[in-house]
């Protein structure tokens, strides 16, 4: 699974929006509020603790190494160098605290030491105050060039420390795999007394990368990022036939030490990083590991709507029976990569977690209880919450972060800061603040309420390390002395991250476009705002910023968008209207040339679905006579191919299986049959192969809601080159009688055939799903990697958006380029979020069923510019549910397009 899988599936999901609940007034005041609980703790730090590296909140005083008593482990984080100041400096600007800011980073140069006899935690030290170092750097660089008075004086002094500090790391990285040691010696290396074990984690050693990378370019010392790179390239060498690490690995040998297998404590930043290495640096390699390793987790580590740890070697075994908090971040991580669907679905069940126990424990059950009952106020739930809303613009993440502000203020906050939990059954108080209460938690409150005007640096122009540090993405331009490790081939579809406001999460601006245009190296990929091709100055045209598929007429914003780039709609009478591109009207030449774009592929679109126009099943009820009807249904695209093989077609008594949704071995005896399993909780091609290993001959999945009337149907897919029985989809009306016939005891006898008139039983009588010549119809589908979903009209084809190529383009006589407008055209509705979770708010698709598209019998022509496409479909209603996973806000920003499309709104 390609990462143009996940980044094409959020691009076409496209919905209403939500409607807004909370007052610009009440954010304010919430923003404020979270200011003042971070000043709360950094001027209790600052008064009862500083120099030390932590606040005890409870005894109003300090936490040094060697003075408190040791609480083991977890002290490594520790080493006499001001933490809690050095890891909470990038959060003081974002604040607007400049005066706080300058005398906090001048407090660090001159006071701040990292020679202390001291072992820390490699991985630690890193994140918190190498990042922190790095961070604070940019950001007092930035405000700098943008003329803050009270930072005039700054001349790189963080940027020297963090080179020192990064200096006393880098013996750690001396070892036969190139996978660091966890801890070090800051002042002697790894000769001070280091403990024996040469085990550490795969997030300690796999969560250099970005800081040490930003090292290297800031310096221009390459040896921090290779040293990092080589430790990623280590562990990666090392992952399992099924794309997973470990927990813990031996750095001198590369044997795995614990192979537990999941995305919380002991892995979780490593895929971060993974990730964010790519968007960091632009080197596509990166890109292609977190693609890997994101299929295998989706496939292996999900269980429903969680995540949970399982044998990397074995993945089908469960390995812990608790879900820790560190996996929290992981939808955050999820909405980064443009799989936001997903994100919503995960993060929907969390919330109901710190819901039932007002925060998360440290560690909870599958079912939500707690397992660990401490809690230390982590940022990774309020880091998710804040990507979400930022790919949403749905208040209810505002309401999360409200009534999690409420708890911490009625629970945690006592006289000299905030307090974490020993026990959250008995709110009991533990003396300890951890220093990234201050990096993150309160950063991430307070940006989630804040408007971009509140925020002195355009967060689009850096990545948010796993400690929330802020690092700059123009450093990707300093790659001297490192071309020979960096791998940018990569095709722009790979590179364009979609939010639900049509700009990429990260993005460039075009200051930095013209920087790369110019590099005399070959430039890093081009990850713009408008994701516009990867070949600076190219001719090719890209869809951005709304897709055919996306379309919504009746959203103000889409209407907008389409102006932009030179489309106008035209009422036609009896609800019908018309899109017409004029490249005259297009505010730029680039949104004329994306409007282009646009008619060209609804035109390919079209043509795709008019050539797949037989993608249904039918399933032949043949006994008893008063159930005797033909349906169609939605086909399967792993196991045999009911529309390609005649051989595939089965025959049998019809079984509802126990269990009723067959994400567990079935107890049913299937022998020769065909079962009747219900949609939810686990992916279609588990229950097939549960169905199978039964002694089933073939599988009917039907959903678990209504069509309420609509004629939708789903293309299972899935990897399933085991698989060897049939499989249909059916939706639930269909099955009701079926159903209640079965419950009775009668002998239902079905037999599963392909709609195709080439071979098979055309002759059939249809049910209220039949589609006549008059509504014959075709839509445009989407896929997701987990149970999959592939949206169809009833009788009809249907087109993943991840096969959508981009067309072709035709010059004119004048060297234009103009679409082929001399095929039919067809536009698919926007998403109408009608797929919803099941009783137990799992789900198994990452997106949406798109409604049926009425066919255009003609193109209407456009301009001497450029030819006009026309089109005309149904507007479905909207059910905009937050608990739904295809529930997005696709509509709040979405990039425009190009040419025409005839619409019958409701």
Same mark, same amino acid.
């Given at each position: 699974?390609?990462?143009?899988?996940?980044?094409?599936?959020?691009?076409?999901?496209?919905?209403?929006?939500?409607?807004?609940?909370?007052?610009?007034?009440?954010?304010? *005041?919430?923003?404020?509020?979270?200011?003042?609980?971070?000043?709360?703790?950094?001027?209790?730090?600052?008064?009862?603790?500083?120099?030390?590296?932590?606040?005890?909140?409870?005894?109003?005083?300090?936490?040094?190494?060697?003075?408190?008593?040791?609480?083991?482990?977890?002290?490594?984080? &520790?080493?006499?160098?001001?933490?809690?100041?050095?890891?909470?400096?990038?959060?003081?600007?974002?604040?607007?605290?400049?005066?706080?800011?300058?005398?906090?980073?001048?407090?660090?140069?001159?006071?701040? &030491?990292?020679?202390?006899?001291?072992?820390?935690?490699?991985?630690?030290?890193?994140?918190?105050?190498?990042?922190?170092?790095?961070?604070?750097?940019?950001?007092?660089?930035?405000?700098?060039?943008?003329?803050?008075?009270?930072?005039?004086?700054?001349?790189?002094?963080?940027? $020297?420390?963090? *080179?020192?500090?990064?200096?006393?790391?880098?013996?750690?990285?001396?070892?036969?795999?190139?996978?660091?040691?966890?801890?070090?010696? !800051?002042?002697?290396?790894?000769?001070?007394?280091?403990?024996?074990?040469?085990?550490? #984690?795969?997030? #300690?050693?796999?969560?250099?990368?970005?800081?040490?990378?930003?090292?290297?370019?800031?310096?221009?010392?390459?040896?921090?990022?290779?040293?990092?790179?080589?430790? &990623?390239?280590?562990?990666?060498?090392?992952?399992?036939? +099924?794309?997973?690490?470990?927990?813990?690995?031996?750095?001198?040998?590369?044997?795995?030490?614990?192979?537990?297998?999941?995305?919380?404590?002991?892995?979780?930043?490593?895929?971060?990083?993974?990730?964010?290495?790519?968007?960091?640096?632009?080197?596509?390699?990166?890109?292609?590991?977190?693609?890997?390793?994101?299929?295998?987790?989706?496939?292996?580590?999900?269980?429903? /709507?969680?995540?949970?740890?399982?044998?990397?070697?074995?993945?089908?075994? =469960?390995?812990?029976?608790?879900?820790?908090?560190?996996?929290?971040?992981?939808?955050?991580?999820?909405?980064?990569?443009?799989? =936001?669907?997903?994100?919503?679905?995960?993060?929907? +069940?969390?919330?109901?977690?710190?819901?039932?126990?007002?925060?998360?424990?440290?560690?909870?059950?599958?079912?939500?209880?707690?397992?660990?009952?401490?809690?230390?106020?982590?940022?990774?739930?309020?880091?998710?919450?804040?990507?979400?809303?930022?790919?949403?613009?749905?208040? +209810?993440?505002?309401?999360?972060?409200?009534?999690?502000?409420?708890?911490?203020?009625?629970?945690?906050?006592?006289? #000299?800061?905030?307090?974490?939990?020993?026990?959250? *059954?008995?709110?009991?108080?533990?003396?300890?603040?951890?220093?990234?209460?201050?990096? @993150?938690?309160?950063?991430?409150?307070?940006?989630?309420?804040?408007?971009?005007?509140?925020?002195?640096?355009?967060?689009?122009?850096?990545?948010?390390?796993? @400690?929330?540090?802020?690092?700059?993405?123009?450093?990707?331009?300093?790659?001297?002395?490192?071309?020979?490790?960096?791998?940018?081939?990569?095709?722009?579809?790979?590179? #364009?991250?979609?939010?639900?406001?049509?700009?990429?999460?990260?993005?460039?601006?075009?200051?930095?476009?013209?920087?790369?245009?110019?590099?005399?190296?070959?430039?890093?990929?081009?990850?713009?705002?408008?994701?516009?091709?990867?070949?600076?100055?190219?001719?090719?045209?890209?869809?951005?910023?709304?897709?055919?598929?996306?379309?919504?007429?009746?959203?103000? $914003? +889409?209407?907008? !968008?389409?102006?932009?780039?030179?489309?106008?709609?035209?009422?036609?009478?009896?609800?019908?209207?018309?899109?017409?591109?004029?490249?005259?009207?297009?505010?730029?030449?680039?949104?004329?040339?994306?409007?282009?774009?646009?008619?060209?592929? !609804?035109?390919?679109?079209?043509?795709?679905?008019?050539?797949?126009?037989?993608?249904?099943?039918?399933?032949?009820? $043949?006994?008893?006579?008063?159930?005797?009807?033909?349906?169609?249904?939605?086909?399967?695209?792993?196991?045999?191919?009911?529309?390609?093989?005649?051989?595939?077609?089965?025959?049998?008594?019809?079984?509802?299986?126990?269990?009723?949704?067959?994400?567990?071995?079935?107890?049913?005896?299937?022998?020769?049959?065909?079962? !009747?399993?219900?949609?939810?909780?686990?992916?279609?091609?588990?229950?097939? &192969?549960?169905?199978?290993?039964?002694?089933?001959?073939?599988?009917?999945?039907?959903?678990?809601?209504?069509?309420?009337?609509?004629?939708?149907?789903?293309?299972?897919?899935?990897?399933?080159?085991?698989?060897?029985?049939?499989?249909?989809?059916?939706?639930?009306?269909?099955?009701?009688?079926?159903?209640?016939?079965?419950?009775?005891?009668?002998?239902?006898?079905?037999?599963?055939?392909?709609?195709?008139?080439?071979?098979?039983?055309?002759?059939?009588?249809?049910?209220?799903?039949?589609?006549?010549?008059?509504?014959?119809?075709?839509?445009?589908?989407?896929?997701?990697?987990?149970?999959?979903?592939?949206?169809?009209?009833?009788?009809?084809?249907?087109?993943?958006?991840?096969?959508?190529?981009?067309?072709?383009?035709?010059?004119?006589?004048?060297? $234009?380029?103009?679409?082929?407008?001399?095929?039919?055209?067809?536009?698919?509705?926007?998403?109408?979020?009608?797929?919803? %979770?099941?009783? /137990?708010?799992?789900?198994?698709?990452?997106?949406?069923?798109? %409604?049926?598209?009425?066919?255009?019998?003609?193109?209407?022509?456009?301009?001497?510019?450029?030819?006009?496409?026309?089109?005309?479909?149904?507007?479905?209603?909207?059910?905009?549910?937050?608990?739904?996973?295809?529930?997005?806000?696709?509509?709040?920003?979405?990039?425009?397009?190009?040419?025409?499309?005839?619409?019958?709104?409701?």
């Amino acid at each position: 699974m390609g990462a143009s899988r996940w980044l094409t599936l959020w691009a076409i999901i496209s919905c209403t929006g939500y409607a807004s609940s909370m007052s610009l007034g009440e954010k304010s *005041r919430l923003r404020d509020e979270a200011k003042d609980m971070f000043f709360h703790a950094f001027n209790n730090y600052m008064t009862h603790a500083y120099p030390a590296d932590e606040l005890k909140p409870l005894s109003c005083s300090g936490r040094y190494r060697g003075v408190d008593a040791s609480r083991g482990d977890v002290d490594e984080a &520790m080493g006499n160098f001001a933490m809690t100041l050095i890891d909470s400096l990038d959060t003081l600007p974002l604040l607007g605290a400049f005066e706080e800011f300058s005398e906090a980073v001048k407090r660090v140069i001159d006071e701040v &030491m990292f020679d202390s006899d001291f072992v820390v935690s490699v991985f630690e030290t890193n994140i918190r105050v190498v990042g922190g170092l790095l961070g604070a750097h940019a950001l007092a660089v930035s405000l700098k060039v943008k003329g803050e008075v009270s930072l005039q004086w700054y001349d790189g002094q963080l940027l $020297e420390k963090a *080179r020192d500090l990064g200096d006393r790391l880098m013996p750690a990285f001396e070892t036969n795999t190139g996978i660091p040691y966890p801890r070090v010696n !800051l002042l002697r290396g790894m000769s001070g007394h280091i403990p024996s074990s040469s085990s550490t #984690c795969t997030a #300690c050693a796999g969560t250099m990368l970005l800081e040490f990378a930003a090292l290297s370019r800031m310096t221009g010392n390459t040896s921090y990022e290779r040293a990092a790179r080589k430790a &990623m390239d280590g562990l990666w060498q090392r992952r399992s036939p +099924h794309l997973l690490v470990g927990t813990t690995i031996d750095v001198q040998s590369g044997d795995w030490k614990e192979q537990d297998s999941g995305v919380g404590a002991g892995i979780d930043s490593y895929y971060e990083y993974c990730m964010k290495a790519f968007v960091l640096l632009g080197d596509a390699e990166y890109l292609d590991r977190f693609n890997k390793h994101y299929a295998a987790v989706m496939r292996y580590v999900r269980r429903g /709507n969680t995540l949970v740890d399982i044998h990397m070697y074995n993945p089908s075994n =469960v390995a812990q029976s608790y879900i820790d908090s560190l996996g929290a971040f992981w939808p955050g991580l999820q909405v980064l990569v443009g799989d =936001v669907p997903a994100a919503i679905d995960l993060f929907s +069940h969390m919330e109901k977690v710190v819901t039932r126990h007002r925060f998360m424990p440290e560690a909870y059950t599958i079912e939500g209880g707690g397992f660990w009952w401490h809690h230390f106020l982590r940022p990774e739930f309020i880091e998710s919450a804040y990507f979400l809303y930022q790919a949403t613009g749905d208040d +209810h993440y505002l309401d999360v972060g409200k009534a999690l502000l409420r708890n911490i203020q009625e629970h945690a906050r006592v006289d #000299c800061g905030f307090a974490a939990f020993s026990d959250l *059954r008995t709110l009991k108080h533990e003396d300890r603040m951890d220093s990234f209460v201050l990096a @993150e938690t309160f950063k991430y409150l307070y940006l989630l309420f804040a408007e971009k005007s509140d925020i002195p640096v355009a967060l689009d122009d850096y990545v948010f390390t796993t @400690e929330a540090h802020l690092l700059p993405l123009d450093i990707a331009l300093n790659y001297s002395g490192l071309e020979d490790i960096l791998n940018r081939d990569i095709p722009v579809e790979d590179v #364009c991250k979609r939010r639900s406001k049509g700009e990429n999460v990260f993005s460039y601006s075009a200051e930095f476009f013209e920087k790369l245009a110019s590099a005399a190296a070959p430039p890093v990929p081009d990850v713009p705002t408008r994701c516009m091709p990867v070949n600076i100055g190219g001719q090719s045209r890209r869809l951005t910023r709304l897709l055919p598929q996306q379309l919504n007429v009746d959203n103000l $914003e +889409h209407r907008s !968008l389409l102006k932009e780039m030179g489309i106008s709609i035209i009422s036609q009478g009896k609800g019908q209207l018309q899109l017409i591109h004029n490249s005259q009207d297009a505010t730029t030449p680039s949104d004329s040339d994306e409007g282009i774009a646009f008619m060209q592929a !609804l035109i390919q679109l079209n043509a795709k679905l008019q050539e797949e126009s037989a993608d249904t099943i039918l399933v032949s009820v $043949e006994k008893p006579e008063s159930l005797k009807q033909v349906l169609n249904a939605g086909s399967a695209r792993f196991g045999p191919s009911l529309l390609t093989d005649s051989d595939a077609q089965v025959s049998g008594s019809l079984v509802e299986v126990a269990p009723l949704q067959a994400c567990a071995p079935i107890v049913s005896e299937l022998s020769g049959r065909i079962a !009747l399993i219900e949609r939810g909780s686990c992916m279609f091609i588990a229950k097939v &192969m549960h169905a199978e290993a039964a002694g089933a001959i073939g599988a009917i999945i039907y959903d678990f809601a209504d069509s309420k009337g609509g004629t939708r149907h789903i293309s299972m897919t899935g990897n399933g080159s085991d698989v060897a029985i049939p499989s249909a989809f059916l939706l639930r009306d269909q099955v009701v009688s079926l159903l209640d016939a079965v419950q009775r005891g009668q002998d239902i006898f079905v037999h599963l055939q392909s709609a195709r008139e080439d071979y098979g039983n055309a002759n059939h009588n249809e049910g209220p799903h039949k589609a006549n010549e008059e509504d014959r119809s075709s839509t445009g589908g989407i896929e997701d990697g987990g149970e999959g979903m592939h949206a169809s009209g009833a009788g009809s084809s249907s087109s993943s958006a991840r096969d959508l190529s981009e067309p072709e383009s035709i010059p004119d006589a004048s060297g $234009e380029h103009l679409s082929d407008a001399s095929a039919g055209c067809e536009v698919p509705d926007d998403a109408s979020g009608q797929n919803q %979770p099941n009783s /137990n708010g799992a789900t198994e698709d990452a997106g949406n069923a798109f %409604p049926a598209v009425d066919s255009s019998s003609a193109c209407a022509a456009g301009d001497t510019t450029a030819t006009a496409a026309s089109a005309q479909y149904s507007e479905p209603s909207t059910d905009n549910r937050r608990s739904s996973p295809a529930a997005c806000a696709a509509n709040k920003r979405p990039h425009a397009a190009d040419r025409a499309a005839v619409v019958s709104p409701p």
